[in-house]
């Protein structure tokens, strides 16, 4: 299952890095055409960058749900899990020591 995230991410990823190229690349076109401003291409170009890096953290706060999940299906302790045991049982060893 992991593996099949990773290859997703990466397929976004790479995809990602394709349309910021062609986007960069027709906005170096409509600048020489003079259809838009520097500035308006470099506004442009941020918009993008920043939805691209909202979409990241949506998707990684997806995968770590959903990795949570997978996780609890499973059974498996997690660290609060454990760190409470080990509090109950350094509890039941002080109760030891105490009675005997």
């Known amino acids: 299952?992991?593996?099949?995230?990773?290859?997703?991410?990466?397929?976004g990823l790479g995809a990602a890095v394709s349309g910021k190229e062609k986007l960069d690349s027709k906005l170096k076109e409509l600048v020489e055409k003079n259809e838009l401003?520097?500035?308006?291409?470099?506004?442009?170009?941020?918009?993008?960058?920043?939805?691209?890096?909202?979409?990241?953290e949506e998707w990684n706060t997806k995968q770590f749900e959903q990795t949570k999940k997978i996780v609890k299906d499973m059974g498996i302790a997690t660290k609060d899990d454990i760190d409470e045991l080990r509090a109950?049982?350094?509890?039941?060893?002080?109760?030891?020591?105490?009675e005997t």
């Open 88 to 98: 109950r049982l350094t509890e039941l060893e002080e109760k030891v020591n105490k």
């Open 37 to 56: 401003t520097q500035e308006q291409a470099k506004s442009v170009l941020n918009d993008f960058v920043e939805k691209g890096e909202q979409k990241s």
């Open 1 to 11: 299952m992991n593996e099949t995230l990773k290859k997703g991410f990466l397929l």
